[in-house]
């Protein structure tokens, strides 16, 4: 029963990948936004996880079985595993009601089972046979997915004209972070110390507002300096017509980098990553690759709420967005790293998420402001919306106060983060400046509330 696991795990998990990126094309832009948001890896990731859960799922159709007391266990296989196949190819698209899909999806491996019938010899040795080999598709293709990525970039690098002189930019953007709450802009208590640092050596925006109130507008109208009614970034992807601060440092001999904390709303297929030779957003942990998967979407989440975890299943934290740039500074792809910020200038844009909802913020700020911030999570996560229809609305107004402390802890988190990715920059000595001081100009936040 092993073998048809695996065999039909490969067989479901590879079909779905490419239907993901298939439909990610051309499915309307705006449901490529949120959790769905993938990209090709997910056509070798997919099978990989669903083998895993294939396997896992062995002994219950094992169990059930006996319970059922089958005569033909080998048959029943055949329809436990194709049923569960069908319906994970009728969610892919969740234009079917599930319930729909359960029936449907119990039909498809009723007719399966009774053309496997008079067949099923032939068909457990074709499966004992080719299954082994089946496994070395997903790593074949991600292989192939990887090594395609690698030459993209390297070719790339490599095309950038010569430049000389010209100084490296550094694009920090901290999602949804409130100005009136950062130190750098009057707040009284010290927040923000590495932003005021450099807003000492720079010059800092005190009347920079944001030209919508969520992410895809706001970076749109950041990279292409237009308004939102005219780039149309508002639940459509960017058009890759209009020029980004990217392509435009590009065109210049910038190696352009994107190191993106927003998964959901900054990610590539938004069209925020036109213009950059490497943009790193979605599957940065197996966290986050698993819920990106068909059942792992569904299976993850729910799980999480369910033992009391309230915080996104592989949320992409700001020492993963530090990691992936800082190691990408050590080894660029398609230049010596020597030359990288010197010979060749780089523009980095880092997207952090973590003042962004739900508010967890790490444990070492979760108490600085509000003493009573553990009670207040045990109760009710702070990240839920709420409505006078809800019962948790009455909580929530008496939990104002303490909320808005807790917001002050999340705020906080930066505070380390960026120091520590622009104190690296500076100790590589990327670090240059030109008239009016420092090249790392201090930015307002992508909203401002």
């Not at 990731?45 to 005569?71: G, H, N, T, Y």
């Not at 197996?286 to 999480?304: E, N």
């Not at 009455?394 to 802890?409: D, E, I, T």
Request: charged share 20%.
């Amino acid at each position: 029963m092993a073998w048809i696991a695996v065999w039909f795990a490969v067989v479901f998990g590879l079909m779905a990948g490419t239907m993901y990126e298939v439909l990610s094309f051309y499915e309307r832009p705006a449901s490529i936004l949120g959790l769905s948001a993938t990209n090709a890896h997910i056509i070798w990731i997919e099978p990989a996880f669903d083998v895993l859960l294939f396997l896992l799922l062995a002994p219950v159709a094992v169990v059930s079985a006996r319970v059922l007391r089958v005569a033909r266990q080998q048959l029943y296989a055949f329809g436990f595993f194709s049923f569960v196949t069908f319906l994970g190819w009728l969610l892919v698209p969740a234009r079917i009601h599930r319930v729909a899909a359960l029936i449907l999806a119990a039909g498809l491996a009723v007719c399966l089972c009774r053309w496997l019938a008079p067949r099923l010899d032939s068909a457990t040795r074709f499966v004992r046979r080719t299954a082994p080999y089946m496994l070395g598709v997903p790593l074949l293709a991600g292989v192939m997915i990887y090594g395609a990525g690698h030459w993209r970039e390297a070719a790339a690098a490599k095309q950038l004209p010569a430049v000389a002189g010209a100084p490296n930019v550094l694009l920090i953007v901290l999602d949804t972070l409130r100005a009136d709450h950062m130190s750098v802009y009057g707040y009284a208590r010290p927040t923000t110390p590495h932003l005021e640092k450099i807003a000492a050596e720079g010059t800092t925006f005190e009347n920079a507002i944001a030209p919508a109130s969520w992410t895809l507008p706001s970076h749109a109208t950041l990279f292409t300096g237009l308004y939102a009614y005219q780039h149309q970034a508002t639940g459509e992807r960017l058009q890759e017509n209009f020029l980004t601060l990217a392509a435009a440092l590009k065109q210049r001999g910038y190696y352009t980098a994107g190191f993106v904390g927003n998964t959901s709303f900054a990610h590539a297929k938004t069209g925020l990553a036109n213009g950059f030779i490497r943009y790193q957003d979605l599957f940065s942990s197996i966290a986050d690759a698993a819920v990106r998967t068909v059942y792992g979407r569904r299976i993850f989440p729910r799980a999480a709420r369910a033992a009391g975890y309230y915080d996104d299943v592989g949320r992409k934290r700001a020492e993963d967005v530090n990691r992936e740039f800082l190691e990408w500074l050590d080894a660029p792809t398609g230049i010596p790293a020597s030359e990288l910020g010197r010979a060749r200038p780089f523009f980095v844009f880092l997207n952090y998420f973590d003042m962004h909802i739900p508010y967890f913020p790490p444990p070492a700020f979760a108490a600085k402001f509000a003493q009573a911030a553990e009670q207040i999570l045990k109760r009710r996560p702070v990240m839920e919306n709420t409505s006078p229809a809800r019962p948790e609305s009455v909580a929530a107004a008496s939990q104002l106060r303490s909320r808005k402390r807790r917001l002050r802890c999340q705020h906080c988190v930066p505070r380390r983060r960026i120091g520590k990715a622009v104190c690296r920059t500076e100790a590589a000595g990327l670090a240059g400046k030109y008239a009016g001081g420092d090249y790392v100009r201090p930015w307002r936040g992508d909203f401002r509330a």
